[in-house]
């Protein structure tokens, strides 16, 4: 069973950065694919951004509406993490984020339904 756990989360201003990070144990890492995604109180789970597996050695990467450009998704596949890099957060990025993780690699990168596997969460807070 892969274990994923977020860290990183916290509270920033509005127009700050921040760096989020999954460490997943168990499992194969190199076989997965991850995403990740969010969720706003009162709202449903929005898809973040997602790094798929292309072929040898390479990862297409996949963002949500509006967030290409602000955000960054990678991997370290020497020590098992997925990263999510944001810039110029702004109020409405306010959510839980959640690591996930695609153990067969099939289905859409932007439905939750598609991941395996979830993190706990990490709180991410932006004031104005």
């Known amino acids: 069973q892969v274990q994923l756990v977020e860290s990183g989360g916290g509270l920033v201003q509005a127009g700050d950065s921040l760096r989020l990070s999954c460490a997943a144990s168990?499992?194969?890492?190199?076989?997965?694919?991850f995403a990740w995604f969010r969720q706003a109180p009162g709202k449903e789970r929005e898809f973040v951004a997602a790094i798929r597996w292309s072929g040898w050695n390479t990862y297409n990467t996949y963002y949500g509406k509006s967030l290409r450009g602000r955000f960054a998704i990678n991997r370290n596949n020497a020590k098992n993490t997925v990263s999510l890099e944001m810039n110029i957060l702004k109020v409405e990025d306010t959510a839980v984020y959640y690591c996930?993780?695609?153990?067969?690699?099939?289905?859409?990168?932007?439905?939750?339904?598609?991941?395996?596997?979830w993190g706990q969460g990490t709180q991410v807070t932006v004031s104005a």
């Open positions: 996930a993780a695609d153990l067969d690699r099939r289905g859409d990168y932007s439905l939750s339904a598609t991941y395996d596997c």
């Open positions: 168990g499992g194969t890492f190199n076989d997965y694919d």
